[in-house]
Structure formats: structure tokens, C-alpha cells
């Protein structure tokens, strides 16, 4: 209401107002809560049986939708080690994977929502212990309750604050992006 005051003195019509008003929330969204490759999302969301809007959440906590690899070699918008995607390679029947593939947004898309899937079937669904075992590994989730973990039993800090972010920002996509997710 008061950049509405403040743009009528300084001369803007209601219509300037307005018409300003959607670049500018556009803007925000992009900066606080961006979303790119929402063709591939929905696409590997059918395709796997997954929350489109999840998807988008774990992008979003691993890399921001910016390709880049991490120090520890993860790499693309999923951030996927090379060893987990020789592992989704192997099991899915993959014979040509090759590490520098994982730049390629459909790559990456597709394994990490494979992997995921198969974190989500591994634990009967818990979201939070695939959300969990994607970031810290199912050697810690099945020690700390496997299927049955819940967000207060995760005992690293780090790990409970990125499953509580990823389940917060996937409500965001969800009310935000509703139909560039195809909800």
C-alpha cells in the first residue's frame, strides 16, 4: 500500500502502478525463489512418480538452479557425485555415462530424480529420510532410524536444517509455480 501512495505522488497512474508492479514481483521471485528447466521437472516427475515441486525444492537447496560443481565434486543443478550417477548408471542399465554428462541439465535432472525415487522406495516413502539420505548418505539415515527417521532424529545440524528447507521451499513451489510445475 505504500509503494502504491509513494508511485501516485510521484505522478504514476494506478495502471503505471500495476503494469510496473509484475516485473517487479517477477524479479523478486526469480531472485528469492528462482525456477529454470520446468519442462524437464515435469517431465522427470511423471516419469518417476515424483512431486514436481520437490524436485524444484532440491534443486533449489542444492545449487540455486546454477550449474557448477562443488568441492567435493558434485556436480550440476542436483549436484550429483560421479559415483552416485555410476550407481544410477549401473542400476539403470546405463553403459556410456561419462562424468562431464552431468553439465547437461536433462542429465542431471534425470539422475537425481531417479536417485531420489529410489531413496523414496528404499524408505517406504519417508520423504524425510530420501530428502535425508540424498544430502548426508544412507549409511547415516539408516543409522539414525532408516524408514521411520523423522526431521528431530537426524543428528547432524546441517543435515536436519537441509531436509527443513527442502520441505519448506517444496510448499513455496508448490503455491508459487502451480502451473509452470503442472500442479
Do not use: C
Not at 546405463?94 to 537425481?112: K, V
Not at 543409522?143 to 513455496?172: C, H, M, N
Amino acid at each position: 500500500m505504500r509503494a502504491l501512495v509513494v508511485a501516485l505522488a510521484l505522478g504514476l497512474t494506478v495502471a503505471g502502478v500495476i503494469a510496473l508492479m509484475s516485473p517487479v514481483q517477477d524479479a523478486i521471485r526469480e531472485i528469492t525463489l528462482p525456477l529454470r528447466h520446468e519442462d524437464i521437472i515435469r517431465q522427470q516427475a511423471a516419469d518417476k512418480r515424483l512431486d514436481p515441486a520437490l524436485i524444484a525444492a532440491v534443486i533449489y537447496r542444492e545449487s540455486k538452479f546454477r550449474d557448477q560443481t562443488s568441492k567435493a565434486g558434485a556436480e550440476g543443478l542436483m549436484q550429483i557425485l560421479p559415483d552416485t550417477a555410476r550407481f544410477v548408471a549401473h542400476k539403470t542399465g546405463g553403459t556410456d555415462f561419462r562424468p562431464e554428462d552431468l553439465g547437461d541439465p536433462q542429465i542431471n535432472i534425470a539422475y537425481g530424480t531417479w536417485y531420489l525415487r529410489y531413496l523414496l522406495d528404499e524408505y517406504h516413502g519417508n520423504k524425510v529420510a530420501a530428502i535425508a539420505a540424498y544430502n548426508a548418505g544412507r549409511r547415516h539415515v539408516d543409522r539414525w532410524g532408516g524408514a521411520a527417521l523423522k526431521v528431530e532424529d537426524i543428528r547432524f545440524p546441517e543435515t536436519q536444517e537441509y531436509v527443513s528447507d527442502v520441505l519448506d521451499k517444496r510448499g513455496e513451489y508448490a503455491k508459487r509455480y502451480r502451473s509452470e510445475l503442472g500442479l
